[in-house]
């Protein structure tokens, strides 16, 4: 099998992450270390999650470079450093993810998500019954990336016509935060971003959906799964880059760049995907999603989700790498462990 791009696949027996890895947040720190959050799943975790979303525990893993990874052991079950919570009336007391880890206030902000037991009233047959499809945004704090505490509830409901509000991606502007999120709509057919705004974090108003300048490009035409806003690394771009899982009229994943002023209007950085699933064989040829985009010393690493099915539990799936070595957004290549330094 190809494993070109693969950084982290599932961990050894009995760890928190020995079933599935994804999800990756990655900071690459000023003081020479990489800082990777993940979710995960190990083969025990509770059945009554739903089994695809990128949802499980928390996990954290260690760099020198961003391509070699060590797995962290933090205070939760198993070595993860956020488990679902304790209290069984809490929103995320069933499964826990996240999209999001930012540095603000000399603190570690996670904005996650999770589920309970409510059984989804999604009008989309396939996902009729299911347990934890209901999930809400939250927000963890932490001063050294291992111990996370919770900061109240879910940051705000789930709109009326949208089956969750999940998969939260936040960025101080200078005045305020301000959150994406995604809210599919009610029959699963279209995932819609939508944003909502805070001055602290907590109290959020929301502000609709975002916009496509020219319209959506058919990569992303039936929406935006999940996405990374950052400050735009790019030369002579528009202020925010934002980097995303599309899906186009089939559904199909593909990630996409887009820039904005405002984090309100967006328009398309690149005519197409910017990152395909890899050949067949390959351990991602069936689907590539949830990224992250590190820009570094001239280079961008792009780490994503991939996976040789949705629902087969023996395929192969992990945690993969791309870069581009010029820094641009056409020349990302996946990286062997032995091909960077």
């Given at each position: 099998m190809n494993t070109a791009g693969l950084v982290l696949a599932p961990g050894p027996a009995g760890r928190c992450d020995d079933f599935r890895v994804g999800g990756a947040v990655v900071h690459a720190g000023a003081d020479s270390q990489w800082r990777m959050w993940y979710y995960c799943r190990d083969r025990a975790f509770d059945r009554d999650a739903p089994p695809t979303l990128g949802s499980g525990r928390v996990a954290l893993a260690t760099s020198h470079d961003g391509v070699h990874w060590q797995r962290v052991?933090?205070?939760?079950?198993?070595?993860?450093?956020?488990?679902?919570?304790?209290?069984?009336?809490?929103?995320?007391?069933?499964?826990?993810?996240?999209?999001?880890?930012?540095?603000?206030?000399?603190?570690?902000?996670?904005?996650?998500?999770?589920?309970?037991?409510?059984?989804?009233?999604?009008?989309?047959?396939?996902?009729?019954?299911?347990?934890?499809?209901?999930?809400?945004?939250?927000?963890?704090?932490?001063?050294?990336?291992?111990?996370?505490?919770?900061?109240?509830?879910?940051?705000?409901?789930?709109?009326?016509?949208?089956?969750?509000?999940?998969?939260?991606?936040?960025?101080?502007?200078?005045?305020?935060?301000?959150?994406?999120?995604?809210?599919?709509?009610?029959?699963?057919?279209?995932?819609?971003?939508r944003i909502a705004v805070s001055a602290d974090g907590r109290t959020w108003t929301k502000r609709g959906d975002m916009i496509w300048a020219d319209g959506a490009p058919d990569h992303a035409i039936t929406g935006i799964i999940t996405r990374h806003v950052l400050a735009n690394p790019l030369q002579g771009g528009r202020r925010w880059l934002m980097v995303y899982t599309g899906t186009d009229a089939a559904h199909r994943r593909a990630i996409g760049a887009a820039e904005s002023d405002d984090l309100i209007t967006w328009h398309p950085a690149a005519p197409g995907p910017i990152f395909r699933i890899g050949a067949p064989g390959a351990w991602d040829d069936f689907g590539v999603a949830a990224t992250r985009l590190v820009p570094h010393q001239g280079k961008l690493y792009l780490y994503y989700y991939g996976f040789q099915s949705l629902g087969d539990e023996n395929k192969a799936r992990g945690i993969g790498l791309a870069v581009s070595a010029d820094g641009t957004l056409a020349n990302f290549e996946r990286a062997l462990a032995d091909s960077i330094e």
């Open positions: 052991d933090g205070p939760a079950t198993a070595g993860a450093v956020l488990d679902p919570n304790p209290d069984p009336a809490a929103f995320d007391s069933l499964h826990v993810g996240l999209t999001d880890v930012t540095r603000h206030d000399g603190a570690w902000w996670m904005w996650c998500f999770g589920g309970d037991r409510t059984v989804s009233t999604t009008e989309a047959p396939a996902f009729a019954g299911v347990k934890g499809l209901a999930m809400r945004s939250g927000l963890a704090r932490s001063t050294d990336g291992v111990q996370w505490t919770r900061v109240g509830g879910a940051l705000f409901d789930i709109d009326a016509d949208a089956v969750y509000a999940a998969w939260p991606n936040a960025v101080h502007d200078g005045a305020q935060w301000v959150l994406q999120y995604t809210a599919p709509s009610r029959d699963m057919k279209h995932a819609r971003t």
